[in-house]
């Protein structure tokens, strides 16, 4: 899959608060249209990499490109073609389904319709309900649909189905399958390998803040003379997938 253009491009990022060095050089490309996993263990720099990426935080070096756009330079251009869900949403527990939804569309000149949000992500029967009575896959899907809500061009999802049930998590699978039909380019980060398989086209492995595999999922086990993707990471990373949550 190629792209005169990268829906992203990552070079040298590094990122350090105070003595922690969580990212010390990542280097990543995303083509249009790609899903893209991030995985490793615990502190390899996952969430740092994706926060720098959105333009959450700044580096210390190296530069991003989303959609040909610099995340702090041009933030607000951005915002209109770039949805971010993290794996902790912070949403008004006492508001509405269809309250939290409008709320987020208000942002933006072309918001999908709220019906088609509900739909995508499979929440049409809890548009009524309260952010708080939701089930954690449901608050979880309802987090997607806000990051949707822009018709953004680029996601940028963190641990989405962290906590499911195995139903659950297979229905937020078939969600991001949907998305990605629709032309969106997605960053993925996860620890479910499983998950890593059905959805990703290829995957970077991080560890100790730096890219040090970057392949399909298939071509990491090959590369590895593994059996199971699982296997595979912890040969490349030598550390345990326990870890990585």
């Not at 949000?117 to 309260?130: A, F, H, M, N, Y």
């Not at 999922?217 to 990585?244: H, S």
Request: overall charge neutral; glycine content about 8%; charged content about 25%.
């Amino acid at each position: 899959m190629t792209s005169v253009e990268p829906a992203i491009l990552a070079e040298n990022l590094a990122k350090r608060y105070g003595r922690i060095q969580a990212v010390a050089d990542v280097s990543l490309r995303v083509e249009v249209g790609e899903v893209v996993g991030v995985v490793g263990t615990n502190g390899a720099g996952k969430t740092t990499t994706i926060e720098l990426i959105a333009g959450m935080r700044v580096p210390d070096r190296g530069r991003v490109v989303v959609l040909g756009l610099d995340p702090r330079r041009d933030r607000a251009r951005l915002r209109q073609v770039l949805g971010v869900q993290l794996q902790h949403a912070h949403l008004h527990h006492a508001l509405r389904v269809t309250e939290l939804l409008d709320l987020y569309r208000s942002f933006y000149p072309d918001p999908r319709p709220t019906d088609e949000l509900l739909d995508l992500v499979e929440l049409t029967d809890q548009r009524r309900s309260i952010f708080e009575k939701l089930s954690g896959g449901q608050q979880q899907r309802l987090s997607i649909a806000i990051a949707l809500a822009g018709r953004p061009r680029v996601a940028i999802l963190d641990e989405l189905t962290t906590g499911l049930d195995p139903k659950a998590r297979r229905r937020m699978w078939g969600t991001i399958e949907r998305i990605k039909s629709s032309g969106v380019t997605i960053l993925l980060v996860s620890h479910a390998m499983e998950e890593v398989e059905r959805l990703c086209d290829r995957v970077a492995v991080l560890d100790a803040g730096r890219v040090i595999a970057l392949d399909t999922p298939a071509g990491l086990v090959d590369r590895a003379g593994a059996t199971t993707l699982d296997d595979a990471i912890v040969t490349l990373t030598g550390k345990n997938l326990e870890d990585a949550a």
